[in-house]
């Protein structure tokens, strides 16, 4: 067994917190002890606490969170459903953690062509799997077991 510590815990200023909170509502920026933890782990179990967790709801938000914590040289870690098991959601050097839960609004209906646009990255597999069946369509990527996992992860992993 190994152990894998948090190191060189990068600081949310006050001052990004106040801009993350302009940009997202305080409801979509998390920055309590309880929340904090919630977001800390994935499949891994391995435990790194963020220092705030970003709650996006759209794709203009995302790139404003992005371009502040760039600016600001805070680390930013994007997160799925957190079920991975490389401990790639786990955010290394503290800083922001990126949920992208609350963007999983559905592909437009009616249409066979279908275009994966940057607001339905978080729709889960299975959401997906449910749209395809009324739109007649399949999908022949393999689905990973746990059906929260989100279609941004897949899309990656395809790309490799
Ligand atoms: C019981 C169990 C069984 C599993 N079985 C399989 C299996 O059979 N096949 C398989 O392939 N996997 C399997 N997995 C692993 C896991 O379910 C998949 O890797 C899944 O696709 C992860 O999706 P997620 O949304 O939870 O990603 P997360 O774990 O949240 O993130 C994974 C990586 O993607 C990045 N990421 C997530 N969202 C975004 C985004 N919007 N933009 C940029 N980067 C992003 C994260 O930073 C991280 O590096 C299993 C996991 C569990 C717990």
């Known amino acids: ?7 060189e815990i990068i600081k949310v200023p006050d001052r990004v917190k106040r801009a993350l909170k302009e940009i997202l509502g305080e409801q979509n920026c998390l920055d309590d002890s309880m929340n904090r933890l ?12 963020p220092e705030l967790v970003a709650i996006p709801e759209n794709q203009e938000q995302v790139q404003k969170v992005v371009q502040i914590c760039y600016e600001e040289d805070v680390p930013v870690t994007p997160r799925g459903a957190g079920s991975g098991y490389t401990g ?16 999983d609004r559905t592909l437009r209906d009616g249409t066979k ?3 994966l646009q940057g607001f339905s990255r978080g729709l889960s597999h299975t959401d997906f799997r449910k749209l395809l069946k009324r739109l007649d369509c399949f999908i022949l990527q393999t689905q990973p077991a746990t059906n929260t996992a989100q279609l941004e992860e897949m899309l990656l992993r395809t790309q490799e």
Request: aromatic share 10%; proline share 3%.
């Open 113 to 115: 062509t279908m275009q």
């Open 1 to 7: 067994m190994f152990e894998i510590k948090q190191r």
């Open 88 to 103: 790639g959601a786990l955010p290394v050097k503290g800083g922001v953690v990126v949920s992208f839960e609350k963007m």
């Open 38 to 49: 919630l977001y800390s782990y994935d499949a891994t179990r391995i435990k790194m606490l």
